[in-house]
């Protein structure tokens, strides 16, 4: 069903769905009329991988989804929902000290992001995937101002996981690049903190122990720029932060992946030339990092999946495949298995 290309040894995704399909999880597809949404709500109902809620005009939905199977989902319209004035209450309540009103909640929960964070947070469903027609920002927001971050928790970044076809650099082809989607220029705190959350997701869904390289133009000195402080300062804070965590910075790519060009760049670092994990140094490296892998080495690009939310949201690209969105759904549920 899924097509991983290539011939990575790994097939993370199929595990990922068989640990899904162990312990089904009710997911709700935000942009439920869309037709990649609705052919991966057929896929996932079929292969028995989650339970799926469709947010959108039932009637609209319907017509969209001609010659799929979708009896098995549950369709609820947000703006026509019998639970709407319960979730306008409640978000309401979450939002009035800043200037929120009952009249604007009650307009804003008939949005389905945020309806469909609302059933999350109200626990009507266990995890949300949207964002295959929306911007990331657009997922965010009601992600922040609803969900939340979890306990002892700065900052919600996002990781890609990444499999390559052909290449058995980082794990066998597989690797894990962050942030490629949320935080547009983080602090050196920041960006420490996406390296710890990065490598708890590299160790948690994809099941391979974290090598995390911290990115830059310079390698171990190579070039002296402000920007380059801040990679090696936020190298820094996270060995501290996390003693036991293999990680090295700061590296250029080459140096990151490749091994010979680490025994020459960084000769001594263990990290160099093993890394599976990628930390880009802002969000234009990383967003644009993700993208050019993808296109140029057709590699399977999974996220943007958001580390640090207090429950499972996950976002799309707008250029996701039915089969990108099927992975996302089984992976906010293996997520809030977890929950
Ligand atoms: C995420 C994003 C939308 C937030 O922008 P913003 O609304 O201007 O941010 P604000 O500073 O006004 O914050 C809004 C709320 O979100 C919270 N927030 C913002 N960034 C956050 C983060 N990384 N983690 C947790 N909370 C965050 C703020 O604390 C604030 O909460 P509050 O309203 O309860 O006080 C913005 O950072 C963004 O556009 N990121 C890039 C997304 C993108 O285009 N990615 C590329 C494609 S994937
Ligand atoms: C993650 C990302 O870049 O999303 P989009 O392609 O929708 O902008």
């Known amino acids: ?75 609820i319209d947000p703006a026509n929902s019998p639970k709407s004035e319960e979730y306008a209450q409640a978000f309401y309540e979450l939002r009035k000290h800043k200037g929120m009103t009952i009249e604007k909640a009650r307009e804003i929960v008939k949005d389905p992001m945020y309806y469909g964070c609302m059933m999350v947070k109200e626990d009507d469903a266990d995890g949300l995937v949207s964002g295959a027609i929306h911007a990331t920002a657009d997922l965010l927001r009601p992600a922040f101002q609803i969900i939340k971050t979890a306990p002892g928790v700065s900052v919600v970044s996002s990781s890609f996981i990444m499999i390559v076809p052909n290449c058995n650099l980082g794990a066998d082809g597989v690797l894990l690049y962050s942030d490629c989607g949320v935080i547009p220029n983080p602090t050196a705190e920041e960006l420490a903190s996406i390296a710890i959350a990065a490598a708890r997701t590299m160790k948690t869904l994809v099941g391979v122990e974290p090598i995390v390289a911290m990115l830059s133009f310079s390698t171990k000195g190579s070039a002296e720029h402000e920007l380059v402080d801040k ?40 990290v160099a030339g093993h890394a599976n994990v990628l930390i880009f140094p802002d969000l234009q490296a990383g ?31 707008r250029g996701c495949s039915p089969e990108d969105i099927v992975a996302e759904i089984a992976i906010t549920s293996v997520e809030a298995q977890g929950n």
Do not use: F, H, W
């Open 231 to 270: 990679v090696r300062k936020a190298t820094e804070l996270a060995k501290k932060i996390a003693p036991d965590l293999q990680i090295d910075g700061e590296l250029q790519a080459d140096a990151a992946l490749v091994p010979e060009v680490a025994e020459l760049k960084a000769p001594g670092s263990k």
């Open 287 to 317: 967003n644009i990092g993700y993208k050019l892998t993808q296109r140029l080495a057709k590699a399977e690009a999974i996220g943007p999946l958001l580390q640090g939310l207090a429950k499972p949201v996950n976002d799309l690209s």
């Open 1 to 75: 069903m899924l097509v991983v290309k290539g011939a990575n040894k790994m097939d993370v995704i199929g595990n990922i769905i068989e640990k899904a399909k162990s312990n089904i999880k009710k997911i709700v597809l935000a942009e439920g009329s869309e037709a990649r949404n609705l052919k991966a709500a057929e896929i996932a109902l079929k292969e028995r991988i989650a339970d799926i809620v469709l947010l959108g005009n039932e009637a609209e939905i319907k017509a969209a989804a001609k010659g799929l199977n979708i009896s098995g989902a549950e369709i």
